[in-house]
């Protein structure tokens, strides 16, 4: 009797063992195809709608209004993936890549208000998709040519064949890296433009011929790290180590904090987390701060993208539609700016058009929207819930949502006042509001943070550079990757 009852518990245990083995295999085979799915939309997002003629990657689409640098930086990153992947051919991509380089080498630069696209080596933060000058009054952005040149120096190390195609593509990255004025950029403070400025090494955010500098710098934990790793490369203009120690990481230890749990740096939209790791590989190398946490600065990035989670989990301020797959806050479109007479959950509330959305320890700026990319640009860090959650956001919300380029930059479930109407999506009454547009700078770190987890490739290319070996050197990072890197 008792080897009867174990006989059938045995052959219980195993069918049991055998169908979860069995639903494992069919969610990494649902898993895999999705995350096929989406690379090639969000990829398509870059390749169809970026302008040929000038290399003009629009801010936003459809709508289109104007290019955004940004997002161009992000669209020569998805032509190498592109390649790679086999979605275009490499000889195809490194044509168009080459034709992109050649504008932005030969686009006007001077300190005029119009028909120039930059100046100093730097870019206009927006440009008009005509001809590719300066749009309107848009500054002169660091932080914006910086997400450009990740994508240049992505080009010049990806393409790397002997060819004429791509010979070219080496000599006009490195020649569009040379031009910039990094130490122009780190401005001096003796002059008349110095009244309010209270710090004396950092990068300036940006600068506009109408005003001269902005009135801010890169101090702080911020997306700005990539900043100063091509400014501290650079083999023609660099800043010297101060602009980061007494600089960008001056003010580091103000930023530490615990939120949810999770104990790092502090910025709230998940952008600040994202941007520079899309070109840099941070696991496992250190500089003296981080270093001083037990961490590196990819540890600190999966804490925050834990404790965006985490809040969404809790749901404190009771928005409709949060949860363990429902979260996610970065900068983004939403549904109107108007505080109005409608309430969610009981509570009178307040929402906003675009806007930085962000949670941790400081501040919170959320209005119930919820942003796929601050999921999608953070797989890496946590692949075990950031999939799961754009695949629960597709599998919800469909085609009102996941559209051909992937997904819409924004929804918000609270939002369900139809009479309020909104210019910058549609509104239903029962499931909320859907953003119009896809954001280039959205699109960007989905296509590529979704591709160094799948096979590392933009950090594997990016670990042979030599400006960002150099810059990440220079500031006195260690350890990893980086301590097998040639010095030069």
Known sequence: MFRARFAVLSLLLVSANAAAATDQRRAAVAEAAFTEDLSQRTFRYFWDTTDTRHCLAPDRWPSNPFSSIAATGFALTAYGIGAERGYVTRKVAAARTRDCLRFYWSAPQ????????????????????????????????????????????????YFDRANPVEREIRALAEKIYRRVDWSWAQRNRTGTQAANLTDSHGITMGWKPERGWESHDWIGYNEGMLVYVLALGSPTHPVGKDAWDQGWAARLDRDWGTYFGQEYLQFEPLFGHQYSHVWVDFRGIREPFIASKGIDYFENSRRATLAQRAYGIANPNRWTGYGADFWGWTASDGPIAARLCYSVGGTPRTFYTYTARGVGATRVVDDGTIVPTAAGGAIPFAPEVTISALMAMRAKYGDRLYTRYGFRDAFNPSFTFVEAGSRSGTVDPQLGWFANDHLGIDQGPIVTMLENQRSGLVWRVMRRNPHIVRGLKRIGFTGGWLDKAPSN
Do not use: I, W
């Not at 870019?123 to 914006?144: A, I, M, Q």
């Open 110 to 157: 001077g300190p005029g208000p119009a028909g120039v696209t930059g100046y100093k080596g730097f870019f206009y933060h927006f440009l008009k998709n005509d001809d590719g000058t300066r749009y309107r009054t848009t500054e002169l952005s660091t932080v914006d040519t910086s997400l450009l040149l990740g994508g240049v120096l992505f080009a010049q190390s």
